[in-house]
């Protein structure tokens, strides 16, 4: 017979943070391991539990623990978590399994009972948390559930090591899996409180915890007896290294960082374009270039100095696009680059121009190699015949085209923005001249250094940071915001127009190996169905979502010692409310706008980016503070009128 609900609780002793940690005491004598299995078994939804550990004589210990608590034991690979979880789903069969760390303590069974019912009243779909701090639970409390099949499909497909230890981060990345995720009520919305164990310290605070909760309820105490407690005890959290957004010691990390792109900088190297393409060996040359910039005197300069170098071929297409790029014009200016019999004319392709001037020539460079219209490679597409070589010059300070394999688009037939992403689009080579962004107009250098900066923030607080992240997000907030501020009153001055393209460079290196959040996820909606500018379109929001984020208590304060202006003798809490106004503030100087309403939106036509933020929970889930589907359209509300113009 098949279970409909197990729970799998994954245990070892040979945590490398704080090894042993699940046979400490954590209220009286009874051990860590001890108190997740008696609390977990007051679960009603669920049929049976089981104590998943390794074959490592290590785990011996644990056994007898798990049976004087009647539960199940299942052992298997030390490391590979996934393959573990996977084999004791095949000797334990469910419907759907409930995946418990015993690191916490405090599981709720009634969270554990709420994300079950709620798993299956949104079925199907192929997980689902109510885990803190991104559904705004204290950490620790809540879970995780996943669909059986969708478990067996993630132990196929998922090949890198961090992914089998951590058995669903590759279903988070990916987007065919569907995810649902349980927000909490206001009364259970305290992210910033971390409830698992993971270092001493941890384990200190614990103890002293449980020490204040009711004693008649012990130990099956209820998430809101752990709120009261530390509502009116906030002094306790003082004992952890500090709040929820730490970064943990580097022996505890995994993470990737690729550095695919070759990269020149300086003012007025682009007039070596020539020479660097043959350093290349490339012959054929295909060239997009803004219709703007090959109009000035530093753009024909830079034309003619590769019309100089003799070149077998030069194919030059000037991008003249009134909207953001979209599929239809990828396929019609293909043609241009193919002969009669649809082979590429060109063996590399160098963009010019602004993030979509660059996502257009690595489109073209994507089409040059794979047969069939641009639609056909929407969103992410695998099995792709490698894109030709992509050379990128940006002539903006913003989206950081130059250094990922993004391209976005929109498909006007559905009113839709995801573009061809594809990892073979990596330019080979970005060459950054601060002398190309001096023709910049005003709109477009406020646009581009809004998304900076959205980048900026957005990547230094997404959930899936590390600490190579965190550097170049830091140092791209200084430059951005400190040189964003003056631009306008000093269009001419060189340095700072190259402050803002190196800030923009390392904001773009960020949120490549990190992710977005609300902001850029709002920003698509909005830019599709009124037209508005993708960098203004994310700036308007994200005011908002800083203000929220200081709201609830997440911290700002390294950010706010960035600013040339700000008093560092400030307490944190003073710098988290002074780093908000400063985001507000700068938006104010730079006109963008506060209202909706500045972009055609109303209350009669606001129902359609109230129906697209129905499916940007995903990307709402990167915040470090709660964001749910409602507080987007809550946002959006409130924004057809402003609230700070």
């Given amino acids: 017979m098949i279970d409909k609900n197990i729970i799998i609780v994954q245990a070892r002793m040979s945590s490398s943070r704080l090894p042993g940690k699940s046979l400490m005491p954590i209220w009286g004598d009874m051990s860590l391991l001890e108190m997740v299995?008696?609390?977990?078994?007051?679960?009603?939804?669920?049929?049976?539990v089981i104590l998943a550990t390794s074959t490592n004589k290590k785990e011996d210990i644990l056994v007898p623990i798990a049976k004087r608590c009647k539960v199940d034991i299942f052992r298997g690979s030390e490391n590979d978590v996934l393959g573990r979880f996977a084999k004791a789903l095949e000797k334990y069969p469910a419907e759907a399994i409930v995946r418990v760390c015993a690191d916490n303590p405090l599981v709720d069974p009634m969270m554990i009972d709420n994300l079950v019912n709620f798993f299956w009243e949104n079925y199907p779909c192929d997980y689902a948390m109510n885990l803190g701090p991104n559904t705004g639970f204290p950490d620790g409390v809540g879970v995780e559930m996943v669909l059986a099949d969708a478990l067996r499909r993630l132990d196929k497909e998922a090949k890198k090591t961090y992914d089998r230890e951590h058995v669903v981060t590759f279903l988070h990345d990916n987007p065919k899996y569907h995810c649902c995720y349980l927000y909490a009520e206001k009364k259970y919305r305290r992210p910033q409180y971390r409830l698992d164990i993971d270092f001493k310290e941890d384990l200190e605070f614990i103890r002293e915890l449980v020490k204040r909760l009711p004693e008649e309820n012990a130990p099956y105490w209820t998430t809101m007896d752990i709120i009261t407690a530390l509502d009116e005890e906030p002094e306790l959290l003082k004992i952890r290294k500090g709040g929820y957004f730490i970064m943990h010691e580097l022996k505890s990390l995994v993470f990737e960082f690729n550095v695919k792109t070759n990269t020149k900088f300086g003012v007025g190297i682009a007039n070596n374009l020539g020479r660097y393409l043959k350093e290349l060996s490339f012959e054929r040359i295909g060239i997009i270039i803004d219709s703007a910039v090959s109009a000035t005197k530093y753009g024909k300069d830079i034309l003619k100095n590769v019309h100089e170098k003799n070149f077998s071929l030069i194919k030059i297409w000037e991008y003249n696009l009134k909207a953001e790029p979209d599929y239809d014009s990828l396929d019609k200016n293909k043609l241009n680059?193919?002969?009669?019999?649809?082979?590429?004319?060109?063996?590399?392709?160098?963009?010019?121009?602004?993030?979509?001037?660059?996502?257009?020539?690595?489109?073209?460079?994507?089409?040059?190699?794979?047969?069939?219209?641009?639609?056909?490679?929407?969103?992410?597409?695998?099995?792709?015949?490698?894109?030709?070589?992509?050379?990128?010059?940006?002539?903006?300070?913003?989206?950081?085209?130059?250094?990922?394999?993004?391209?976005?688009?929109?498909?006007?037939?559905?009113?839709?923005?995801?573009?061809?992403?594809?990892?073979?689009?990596?330019?080979?080579?970005?060459?950054?001249?601060?002398?190309?962004?001096?023709?910049?107009?005003?709109?477009?250098?406020?646009?581009?250094?809004?998304?900076?900066?959205?980048?900026?923030?957005?990547?230094?607080?997404?959930?899936?940071?590390?600490?190579?992240?965190?550097?170049?997000?830091?140092?791209?907030?200084?430059?951005?915001?400190?040189?964003?501020?003056?631009?306008?009153?000093?269009?001419?001055?060189?340095?700072?127009?190259?402050?803002?393209?190196?800030?923009?460079?390392?904001?773009?290196?960020?949120?490549?190996?990190?992710?977005?959040?609300?902001?850029?996820?709002?920003?698509?909606?909005?830019?599709?169905?009124?037209?508005?500018?993708?960098?203004?379109?994310?700036?308007?929001?994200?005011?908002?979502?800083?203000?929220?984020?200081?709201?609830?208590?997440?911290?700002?304060?390294?950010?706010?010692?960035?600013?040339?202006?700000?008093?560092?003798?400030?307490?944190?809490?003073?710098?988290?409310?002074?780093?908000?106004?400063?985001?507000?503030?700068?938006?104010?100087?730079?006109?963008?706008p506060c209202s909706l309403k500045d972009f055609g939106v109303s209350e009669n036509n606001i129902g359609i980016l109230l129906e697209e933020t129905e499916h940007l929970d995903k990307a709402f889930a990167q915040n470090p503070i709660p964001f749910s589907v409602d507080d987007g359209k809550q946002l959006l509300m409130r924004m057809i009128d402003g609230g700070w113009g």
């Fill in 337 to 592: 680059f193919l002969d009669k019999k649809q082979k590429p004319m060109v063996d590399c392709f160098v963009g010019i121009g602004g993030g979509s001037c660059i996502d257009f020539a690595k489109g073209l460079a994507t089409l040059m190699t794979n047969s069939g219209n641009a639609i056909t490679y929407r969103g992410f597409p695998t099995h792709l015949n490698p894109s030709l070589p992509t050379i990128a010059i940006p002539t903006t300070a913003g989206t950081g085209s130059e250094v990922t394999y993004n391209a976005v688009f929109i498909n006007w037939a559905d009113k839709k923005k995801l573009g061809i992403n594809t990892k073979h689009n990596f330019p080979v080579l970005a060459i950054l001249d601060p002398n190309l962004t001096l023709s910049c107009p005003k709109s477009m250098t406020v646009s581009s250094g809004i998304d900076a900066l959205v980048h900026t923030l957005e990547s230094y607080t997404a959930s899936h940071l590390n600490p190579l992240t965190m550097i170049f997000s830091r140092e791209a907030f200084k430059l951005i915001f400190n040189n964003l501020s003056k631009v306008l009153d000093n269009p001419k001055d060189i340095e700072i127009r190259a402050n803002l393209l190196l800030g923009s460079y390392f904001a773009g290196y960020s949120l490549m190996h990190s992710s977005g959040g609300p902001a850029s996820a709002l920003s698509y909606p909005l830019g599709v169905h009124f037209k508005v500018p993708h960098g203004i379109a994310g700036g308007v929001f994200l005011p908002y979502i800083v203000e929220h984020n200081v709201k609830y208590g997440y911290d700002y304060a390294d950010l706010y010692d960035r600013i040339d202006t700000a008093d560092r003798s400030r307490n944190k809490k003073e710098k988290n409310q002074l780093f908000s106004q400063e985001i507000f503030g700068l938006c104010k100087k730079l006109d963008v």
């Fill in 37 to 48: 299995l008696r609390r977990i078994a007051r679960a009603t939804t669920i049929n049976r």
